[in-house]
């Protein structure tokens, strides 16, 4: 039997207005927020019918009830697509999603410009040490201005581990401030690399001649602890590590110790094993770190561009279109399938490109 109305559902963490007025405004729509400190069963009856479900990437902010995976899956039999609110999809389990012919959506790109100037800004902070000299203006008096002398980012080499959305947003942030981009990413071909304004090198490469090292891949079992003891150990004395992409793709403890003994400069850290990270965490106390909450890539446009993106990927797939941002292309003919019994038509076929 062919469904009549289409639910999407999503819960009452912060998404910008867009999201709700474009899908309210959507014939055939029906949006429903849950509670995410509500009653659990509450919660998931909300889900068992619904065919969309839209959820927050935040690990440590989402309640871990509503992660999806396998048991929640098997608890919403009409689910078709998970739409991940941002381009990470950490509370998502891919492959339950496919194993089960439900559709995995992300936001790829949405806030990419964001993130980008987060990073640069993140370049520039650690390497004129311009927090360290803030925070001891504000506590102690008798240094100097060479006492937090740091160094000019033109003419440096920055090695991006990543080069998507994100990574050539910055190559090209990073040759307007006269720096040499270097590049490495599995899925690219050297000639793609190439043309995202970067000379491509291996991830050995780019641990030995990077003044600066930033990174700018997903989090998945690839590259869990990437940045372990022995890619700090490999880098040069004195350089930079940066990330903006997930926790756990770098060894926290492993970082602090090469910082603490000079190996390596400092760092610009916008992510966290724990979000937060606890209070007496090592790296907090360290000068020549710059710490954030998880915010490159939350700016009022960033989360408003990826709201609105969240939103049109909805109603598109729901009508029947391949999303330009599936995650698991593999689950296709599967859910397309699925999806056709439920609504009584074929989805489209051909995955539009994104720039």
């Not at 429903?32 to 440590?60: I, N, Q, T, Y």
């Not at 000019?152 to 190559?171: D, F, Q, S, Y």
């Not at 050995?204 to 869990?224: A, G, Q, V």
Request: proline share 5%; with cysteine; charged share 25%.
């Amino acid at each position: 039997m062919s469904a009549s109305r289409i639910k999407v559902v999503r819960f009452d963490l912060w998404i910008d207005p867009v999201f709700d007025e474009r899908l309210r405004a959507e014939p055939g729509f029906d949006l429903h927020v849950g509670a995410a400190a509500g009653p659990v069963e509450k919660g998931v009856s909300l889900l068992v019918d619904a065919h969309v479900f839209h959820v927050s990437p935040a690990k440590d902010e989402l309640p871990h009830w509503l992660f999806v995976d396998s048991e929640l899956l098997e608890r919403c039999p009409n689910l078709l697509c998970v739409s991940s609110g941002g381009a990470g999809y950490d509370t998502t389990d891919v492959a339950a999603c496919t194993k089960a012919g439900v559709a995995v959506m992300n936001q790829a790109g949405g806030n990419a410009d964001s993130v980008a100037e987060f990073t640069l800004g993140l370049m520039i902070d650690v390497s004129r040490r311009v927090a360290e000299s803030d925070r001891r203006l504000r506590r102690e008096r008798g240094f100097s201005r060479e006492d937090v002398m740091g160094h000019e980012l033109r003419g440096k080499t920055v090695g991006l581990v990543g080069i998507g959305h994100i990574g050539r947003r910055v190559a090209r942030l990073a040759r307007a401030f006269g720096m040499n981009v270097l590049a490495t990413d599995p899925y690219l071909t050297p000639e793609e690399i190439q043309r995202r304004d970067a000379q491509p090198a291996s991830f050995d490469e780019i641990l030995r001649l990077s003044d600066i090292l930033s990174l700018h891949c997903p989090r998945d079992m690839s590259t869990l602890k990437l940045m372990n003891a022995r890619a700090f150990a490999s880098m040069k004395r004195g350089a930079v590590f940066i990330s903006t992409a997930r926790g756990g793709i770098h060894d926290e403890a492993a970082l602090s110790v090469a910082l603490a003994s000079g190996h390596l400069g400092g760092a610009g850290l916008d992510v966290w094993e724990q979000e937060p990270p606890p209070l007496d965490h090592p790296l907090l106390g360290m000068d020549n770190v710059i710490a954030t909450f998880h915010t490159a890539g939350v700016s009022h446009e960033a989360r408003r561009n990826v709201a609105s993106i969240s939103a049109e990927q909805i109603v598109a797939a729901m009508k029947g279109g391949r999303p330009p941002r599936l995650v698991n292309p593999e689950v296709w003919p599967a859910y397309a399938a699925r999806f056709e019994r439920t609504f009584g038509f074929v989805v489209q076929h051909e995955q539009p490109t994104l720039e």
